[in-house]
């Protein structure tokens, strides 16, 4: 991802409940969704126990705008009711990247 810097990061790290819930569509949904909204850059997601996803954003303001989203909201709402017995959210700036590629 080349992009102009500095711009942010935000973390989800959680700890998911046992069976898919629904899960895995509202992820889908999500991520599609997210993709659809002024300021967002990219995401990555890894998930092996604790998972964690990463969506990169142009402001902050983007990421409150996102945070406020209805349709976020709600899923936001269920990941708490039904899919994580835990979760921490960190936003970063990042103000320097470099990566090695073969």
Known sequence: MQTAKPYYAVIFTSLRTD???GYAKMAEEMETLARKQAGFLDIESAREGVGITVSYWESLEAI???K???DHRQ???NGI???YSWYKVRI???EREYEFNT
Do not use: I
């Open 19 to 21: 069976g898919d819930q």
């Open 92 to 94: 970063c700036r990042v």
């Open 64 to 66: 409150a705008n996102w």
């Open 81 to 83: 009711k039904t899919w």
């Open 68 to 70: 406020a989203h209805m």
């Open 75 to 77: 899923a936001q709402k």
